[in-house]
């Protein structure tokens, strides 16, 4: 079965350079879901997006800003990056109205150095 | 408000030995779901179980069990005969009335020794 894809799988990069994160959903599930696991953490919800527009906004910095296109993969835009970004970026799909499951993807290792 | 608490930060078991790790759940809402994730050592999040809120039969899938009890407001989960294959950071989950984010406990990192 086709699960939630992300690219990069790891990404480096330097303090206050931008990054961009790519996450295809699975296919027919209509929510997109970005969480920010940092070391020795467990995810925090950053933001949703149900039907490409924006649902629910948690703890993401005004630095940092996504979208969801018309294909529904989601884009997560990081700028001024900062050492404290370093961490590993989920996203995860549902379907809203089916059985609430939020499956994640493989997620993207992003250190800032 | 929701919460998650996994008391156990650590555990570590022997080969074959059964295990539960704890999950205790605070929410004001009447609906809500938990679920258990795994996350090996190589990072991803697996997805385990999810129960409702209005269904507090417990579950049983090969090796693993889940033991949900509203009256105490706990969602534990037991592995038995545990193997090697199940060390990793497990995390407890809920998504609560409209809301569509998880909250997470802090996780549990099992070791099965050989």
């Known amino acids: 079965a086709a699960g939630v894809i992300q690219s990069p799988r790891h990404l480096i990069k330097e303090k206050r350079e931008t990054a961009t994160l790519k996450c295809y959903p699975i296919?027919?599930?209509?929510?997109v879901y970005w969480y920010q696991q940092g070391p020795g953490q467990d995810p925090q919800f950053l933001i949703s997006f149900y039907e490409k527009m924006q649902s629910d906004k948690g703890s993401i910095p005004d630095r940092f800003s996504a979208q969801q296109f018309s294909d529904y993969h989601s884009e997560l835009n990081m700028s001024s990056l900062e050492l404290g970004d370093s961490a590993l970026y989920f996203c995860?799909?549902?379907?809203?109205?089916?059985?609430?499951?939020?499956?994640f993807g493989p997620g993207t290792r992003l250190t800032v150095t | 408000a929701q919460k998650v608490t996994q008391a156990q930060t650590e555990i570590s078991v022997v080969e074959k030995e059964d295990v539960t790790l704890d999950c205790v759940y605070e929410?004001?809402?009447?609906?809500?779901?938990l679920f258990w994730y795994k996350q090996p050592p190589s990072g991803e999040l697996v997805f385990l179980i999810r129960?409702?809120?209005?269904?507090?039969q417990n579950e049983i899938s090969g090796r693993y069990s889940w033991n949900f009890q509203k009256s105490t407001s706990s969602f534990n989960f037991t592995i038995t005969a545990s193997q090697v294959v199940d060390s990793a950071v497990y995390f407890c989950a809920q998504l609560s009335g409209s809301a569509r984010q998880l909250t997470f406990g802090s996780g549990t990192q099992l070791t099965v020794l050989p």
């Open positions: 296919p027919r599930h209509d929510t």
């Open positions: 929410t004001r809402d009447t609906t809500y779901y």
């Open positions: 995860a799909s549902s379907f809203l109205m089916g059985s609430r499951e939020q499956y």
């Open positions: 129960r409702n809120s209005f269904d507090e």
